[in-house]
C-alpha cells in the first residue's frame, strides 16, 4: 500500500496569483484541482488552523504540529464535495481542525495505559514577550484542562481562549446550539470549582470572568 500523502501542500507555497480571490473562486478552483488554490488555501488559513490546534492542545503538544495541520489541509481538501456554502469555508476549515484535536486528544488518552513509568515532562516553551504572571496563569490553567474530557476542554478553550460567540462554537464543534450551551457550562462550573483552590487563578476568577457569574 502507498504511503504516499494524497494532497501534499508546501509549508511555503509561491503564491501565483496577483490577487486573493473570494471564497466561492477559491472553492471552485479547489473542486477544479487548481494549484494556485491549493496553495492559496494555505496561505489564508494556515494560522488559524496553527492557532486553533495550539489552542486546544496546550501542553499536550506531544505530536508534531505540522503533521496535524498537514491532516487538516488534507482533510479540508476531501471535504469540499459537503460544502455547500463557500462562504461558511473559514469555519468549516476551524470545524476541521476542531476535529483533528480531538482525535490527537482522544489517541493520546488511549495510548496512555501502556505507559509504566512515567512519562517526560514535556518542556515549557514560554510565550515570547508575555508577561510572567499570564505565562504562569497559562499553565495553570492548561494543567486544569489536561484532567477534562476532550469536549469539554474543546469547548471552553474555543470559548474563553479563542472567544468564538456560541453559535460559532457550535459550529466548530458540529453540534447543536443547546448542546454547546450544555457543554460550556459543564465546563465553567468545573474549571470555577477547581480554579477557585489555586491561589493564582482565583485572582483571576475574583476579578470577574463570565463563568463566575
Not at 460567540?165 to 462550573?189: N, Q
Amino acid at each position: 500500500m502507498s504511503t504516499s500523502r494524497p494532497h501534499e501542500l508546501r509549508l511555503v507555497p509561491e503564491r501565483t496569483a496577483e490577487r486573493e480571490h473570494s471564497n466561492h473562486e477559491l472553492v471552485e478552483g479547489l473542486r477544479g484541482g487548481d494549484s494556485w488554490a491549493r496553495n492559496e488555501l494555505f496561505d489564508r488559513y494556515a494560522a488559524l488552523v496553527e492557532r486553533t490546534l495550539r489552542r486546544i492542545l496546550g501542553r499536550e503538544l506531544h505530536v508534531d504540529l505540522a503533521d496535524l495541520i498537514h491532516d487538516c489541509f488534507v482533510e479540508t481538501l476531501d471535504s469540499l464535495r459537503r460544502l455547500r456554502d463557500p462562504d461558511a469555508l473559514p469555519g468549516w476549515i476551524r470545524s476541521i481542525a476542531v476535529h483533528v484535536a480531538y482525535k490527537s486528544i482522544r489517541a493520546r488518552r488511549a495510548r496512555s495505559w501502556l505507559v509504566f513509568r512515567e512519562p517526560p515532562a514535556i518542556p515549557h516553551v514560554p510565550a515570547i514577550g508575555a508577561d510572567p504572571e499570564i505565562r504562569d496563569a497559562y499553565v495553570r490553567t492548561y494543567a486544569i484542562l489536561d484532567r477534562f474530557g476532550a469536549d469539554d476542554r474543546i469547548a471552553f478553550v474555543l470559548r474563553h481562549v479563542e472567544g468564538l460567540e456560541l453559535e460559532e462554537l457550535a459550529v466548530a464543534c458540529r453540534v447543536s446550539l443547546s448542546t454547546i450551551k450544555r457543554r460550556l457550562a459543564r465546563a465553567e462550573r468545573r474549571f470555577a470549582a477547581v480554579a477557585g483552590r489555586d491561589p493564582v487563578l482565583r485572582e483571576w476568577l475574583e476579578g470577574g470572568t463570565r463563568w463566575t457569574r
